[in-house]
């Protein structure tokens, strides 16, 4: 490995596998001041993908266990100040390596960074507390809450050469198994199936969990869902729960209170299924259905698993 990165205020650290960038690559890179470094795979459809960087390194090659990339990138990042990662799978897994391997606090879960530190959501996300560091330091930005603005032009790009040593411990990668798309955690969903109040009981959130695999989308939840203890407090969608950002909300019987509505980053398209015409969700949906929301998912259900209907 060669060509550090010069002194730079900051830089985005984004792990690319197969050519596709992670969620909150482009926050990352434009909360960096539009510097991204790309590593993996498929880099150079990655950097024509990424709008919100102005300069661009590319390092590609087969990605080799976390451990190995942040002792392998910690040299060439020794004179960046702030390191910023998505949160992303692989951004939390680089994360704390690369703040070991270059001797620097990290400032996890992070909604802005200066150089002085960062934001950070504390307390289920109810509390926003100042984190100051001494020096440099390495953070993870949560993704769909900044947003990102796209840059002017093509990037500038300098390519790196890479190889990497052999795993310490002779731990070797054999693949990596992508999670089925209705597993995909919720803040990297691309398409996400709300379970409100009025979508009832356990039965009705059990086939919701059915529709999503069908559907490849992952199932979330309000509070009023979760606190019955119908699905785990993990399925929380909202300012004290997780910040979604798919292309795609389904709700079934939300309200669409504004502590559940300010977890869901900016879906491009919505749509609410509820007896309400009035409510929230229903008014912010491009697709308002005014129906009973379990019946509305049987029905759902079962076109989709009679696919010769
Ligand atoms: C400090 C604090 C933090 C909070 N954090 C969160 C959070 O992170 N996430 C979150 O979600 N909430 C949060 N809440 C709770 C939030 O204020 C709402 O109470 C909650 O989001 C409401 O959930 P809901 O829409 O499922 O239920 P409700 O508000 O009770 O709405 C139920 C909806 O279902 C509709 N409905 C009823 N029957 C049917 C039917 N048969 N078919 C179709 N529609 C039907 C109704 O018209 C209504 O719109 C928080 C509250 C506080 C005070």
């Known amino acids: 490995m060669s060509a550090a990165l010069p002194?730079?205020?900051?830089?985005?650290?984004?792990?690319?596998?197969?050519?596709?960038?992670?969620?909150?690559?482009?926050?990352?890179?434009?909360?960096?001041?539009?510097?991204?470094l790309l590593v993996g795979d498929g880099t150079e459809g990655a950097r024509a993908r990424l709008s919100s960087a102005r300069t661009?390194?590319?390092?590609?090659?087969?990605?080799?266990?976390?451990?190995?990339?942040a002792e392998v990138l910690a040299p060439l990042l020794a004179r960046v100040h702030t390191v910023l990662l998505p949160a992303s799978s692989d951004g939390r897994d680089l994360a704390p390596r690369l703040a070991v391997a270059l001797d620097r606090p990290l400032l996890a879960g992070a909604v802005s960074v200066a150089g002085q530190g960062a934001e950070v959501l504390r307390h289920d996300g109810r509390q926003l507390v100042e984190l100051a560091a001494t020096g440099p330091f390495v953070a993870t930005l949560l993704p769909g809450v900044r947003g990102a603005e796209p840059a002017d032009g093509d990037p500038v790009t300098y390519r790196i050469e890479a190889r990497w040593p052999d795993a310490p411990g002779g731990t070797h990668t054999l693949g990596t198994v992508a999670p089925e798309a209705g597993d995909t955690p919720l803040p990297e969903a691309s398409r996400v199936l709300g379970a409100g109040a009025g979508l009832g009981g356990g039965t009705a959130v059990a086939l919701l969990a059915g529709v999503g695999r069908i559907l490849g989308a992952s199932v979330g939840a309000t509070r009023?869902?979760?606190?019955?203890?119908?699905?785990?407090?993990?399925?929380?969608?909202?300012?004290?729960?997780?910040v979604v950002d798919p292309d795609l909300y389904l709700a079934f019987g939300i309200s669409g209170a504004a502590q559940h509505v300010g977890g869901l980053g900016s879906p491009r398209h919505v749509v609410s299924v509820n007896t309400d015409p009035h409510c929230p969700m229903t008014a912010m949906a491009d697709l308002g259905i005014v129906a009973d929301a379990p019946a509305v998912l049987a029905e759902l259900a079962r076109r989709l698993e009679a696919p010769h209907d």
């Open 56 to 69: 661009v390194w590319t390092v590609e090659a087969r990605l080799p266990d976390a451990g190995v990339l």
């Open 7 to 36: 002194a730079l205020d900051a830089v985005a650290v984004v792990v690319v596998r197969g050519g596709e960038l992670p969620p909150g690559a482009d926050e990352s890179a434009a909360e960096a001041g539009a510097a991204a």
């Open 224 to 242: 009023a869902v979760t606190d019955q203890g119908l699905l785990p407090h993990d399925r929380q969608i909202g300012t004290t729960g997780v």
